[in-house]
């Protein structure tokens, strides 16, 4: 079991999508929002809650193993591996 597996942090991100589900529609609606960027996703639990919302969306976190795992929960979400530190990063077309 992977630290983030545990239970108190699946109580902590059913609290936080909480938060997240209830106005991004009204959000998506307002501002014809269509995708989503995600940095940092982890192993993908709230990228995976985005898409939940109708949103087309590319999840980037900078380790591999994150993205790896992500993959295998999400198969429908969009992951890359980038450094997005890196003065070289520029957000991906459509995304920013």
């Not at 992977?2 to 936080?16: H, K, L, T, V």
């Amino acid at each position: 079991m992977r630290r983030f597996d545990q239970e108190c942090y699946g109580a902590f991100n059913a609290a936080c999508g909480d938060v997240v589900r209830r106005p991004v529609p009204q959000f998506k609606e307002r501002l014809s929002l269509k995708t989503a960027l995600h940095l940092g996703c982890g192993l993908g639990y709230f990228a995976d809650l985005r898409k939940g919302v109708g949103l087309k969306v590319l999840a980037i976190d900078g380790r591999a193993k994150n993205v790896e795992q992500a993959r295998a929960r999400y198969p429908d979400v969009s992951f890359q591996v980038a450094d997005t530190a890196d003065p070289n990063f520029s957000s991906p077309a459509g995304y920013g």
